[in-house]
């Protein structure tokens, strides 16, 4: 049984908002994309993601040395996150870890290059698109949680 893709509210609506523009076969090379990422999950590889919580924590300390005030949040894992779940989910965290010993949750990022159309339709000639998504893996409950397409085309 492979890994569930599930998408936070906003980034669902990313995704919506891009497919009316491009069209769905360039929305469902992304949700390929996604499927990869969540066969990766499963199989605890790490061949086209790479972590972001370093990423993101270097990010917020950035930020806040240039004495912006902007909430940048770096999403809770290991832990603080296993503090913060009911007991059911805090029991399947520790088989989590113990059957597979590896963190029942981790944030990662990848980035997939996909060709569009001048006409603006998906296609493989013209312009390329990089996109970006974040995501947590959810090894408790078996799936991938989108969390954000920073740059997605289209938006």
């Given at each position: 049984m492979s890994f569930d893709v599930r998408f936070r509210k906003r980034a669902r609506f990313e995704l919506d908002t891009c497919e009316k523009r491009f069209g769905s076969d360039f929305v469902n090379s992304v949700m390929d994309l996604l499927q990869d990422l969540a066969d990766e999950a499963e199989q605890k590889e790490n061949s086209i993601s790479t972590d972001?919580?370093?990423?993101?924590?270097?990010?917020?300390?950035?930020?806040?040395?240039?004495?912006?005030?902007?909430?940048?949040?770096?999403?809770?894992?290991?832990?603080?996150?296993?503090?913060?779940?009911?007991?059911?989910?805090?029991?399947?965290?520790?088989?989590?870890?113990?059957?597979?010993?590896?963190?029942?949750?981790?944030?990662?990022?990848?980035?997939e290059a996909f060709l569009i159309s001048k006409s603006g339709s998906y296609a493989s000639s013209d312009s390329p698109a990089i996109v970006s998504v974040f995501y947590e893996i959810d090894r408790v409950n078996r799936r991938i949680v989108v969390l954000a397409f920073p740059d997605l085309p289209g938006l």
């Open positions: 972001a919580k370093e990423f993101l924590t270097n990010a917020k300390q950035f930020i806040e040395s240039l004495g912006i005030n902007e909430a940048v949040k770096v999403p809770r894992i290991g832990v603080e996150r296993w503090l913060e779940e009911g007991a059911r989910e805090k029991f399947l965290a520790i088989l989590v870890l113990l059957r597979e010993r590896c963190s029942p949750w981790e944030i990662r990022i990848a980035m």
